[in-house]
């Protein structure tokens, strides 16, 4: 079964829904799924050299019990998916778009879900800025990419206006949040939902598929 991932890189319900996901998908070890990424930002505005995450942050959601009850929020839903949220740690709030260019190319090479974790862990739990090629170098490195062809390819720009569209036609065809997965083209889902939902729905769909 093919599923299909909207998600944005800087999205902590992201990294959430993938390990709720993966926990769905063993529970089904009988059957064969193939997982693609797709880019989605939740701010095309961000410049290529980001902003402060603080300033950020207290700009879009202010700096009281709001911006802290959904820091918890976060931090003890990923507390349970073994997820160590350290947002203190986040320097930067990066633009998005070059950590789906890399995560593209991880796919021809792949290791695109091994790249997809490092990217979320850098983030997340160690604040490191993914808006940053020497970051996104590492991380390749670390799945075992080619690391001199992926600095080249960051540093000449390719597929930014590829990536870039398929990031605009997610939103124009209704995408507003993510993740968002899409199960064999026929059901889409959005929000990081309980592993018991995923497999209700993988069910399904798998009833339906011509082969089932």
């Given at each position: 079964m093919?599923?299909?991932?909207v998600?944005?890189?800087?999205?902590?319900?992201?990294?959430?829904?993938?390990?709720?996901?993966?926990r769905?998908?063993?529970?089904?070890?009988?059957?064969?799924?193939?997982?693609?990424?797709?880019?989605?930002?939740?701010?095309?505005?961000?410049?290529?050299?980001?902003?402060?995450?603080?300033?950020?942050?207290?700009?879009?959601?202010?700096?009281?019990?709001?911006?802290?009850?959904?820091?918890?929020?976060?931090?003890?839903?990923?507390?349970?998916?073994?997820?160590?949220?350290?947002?203190?740690?986040?320097?930067?709030?990066p633009?998005?778009?070059?950590?789906?260019?890399?995560?593209?190319?991880?796919?021809?090479?792949?290791?695109?879900d091994?790249?997809?974790?490092?990217?979320?862990?850098?983030?997340?739990?160690e604040?490191?800025?993914?808006?940053?090629?020497?970051?996104?170098?590492?991380i390749a490195?670390?799945?075992?990419?080619?690391v001199?062809?992926?600095s080249?390819?960051?540093?000449?720009?390719?597929?930014?206006?590829?990536v870039?569209?398929?990031?605009?036609?997610?939103?124009?065809?209704?995408?507003?949040g993510?993740?968002?997965?899409?199960?064999?083209?026929?059901?889409?889902?959005?929000?990081?939902?309980?592993?018991?939902?995923l497999?209700?729905?993988?069910?399904?769909?798998?009833a339906?598929?011509?082969?089932?």
């Amino acid at each position: 079964m093919q599923i299909d991932i909207v998600s944005d890189t800087v999205c902590p319900w992201c990294f959430i829904g993938k390990r709720r996901l993966e926990r769905a998908l063993a529970e089904r070890p009988d059957r064969t799924f193939s997982v693609t990424w797709r880019p989605f930002r939740l701010d095309p505005t961000v410049p290529p050299e980001g902003y402060d995450r603080k300033e950020y942050m207290k700009a879009k959601f202010g700096d009281g019990e709001r911006l802290r009850g959904m820091s918890d929020a976060l931090s003890q839903a990923g507390a349970g998916e073994g997820i160590a949220f350290d947002f203190e740690a986040q320097a930067r709030r990066p633009d998005t778009l070059d950590s789906h260019r890399l995560i593209r190319w991880a796919a021809s090479a792949g290791v695109q879900d091994a790249v997809v974790e490092k990217l979320f862990r850098a983030y997340f739990e160690e604040g490191k800025d993914i808006g940053d090629a020497a970051v996104l170098t590492g991380i390749a490195a670390d799945a075992g990419m080619d690391v001199a062809l992926v600095s080249d390819l960051l540093a000449r720009g390719a597929d930014r206006e590829l990536v870039a569209r398929e990031d605009d036609m997610a939103h124009r065809v209704g995408i507003s949040g993510v993740p968002t997965f899409i199960f064999a083209n026929k059901y889409a889902i959005s929000g990081a939902q309980d592993p018991a939902t995923l497999v209700k729905v993988i069910d399904k769909v798998t009833a339906e598929l011509p082969s089932a």
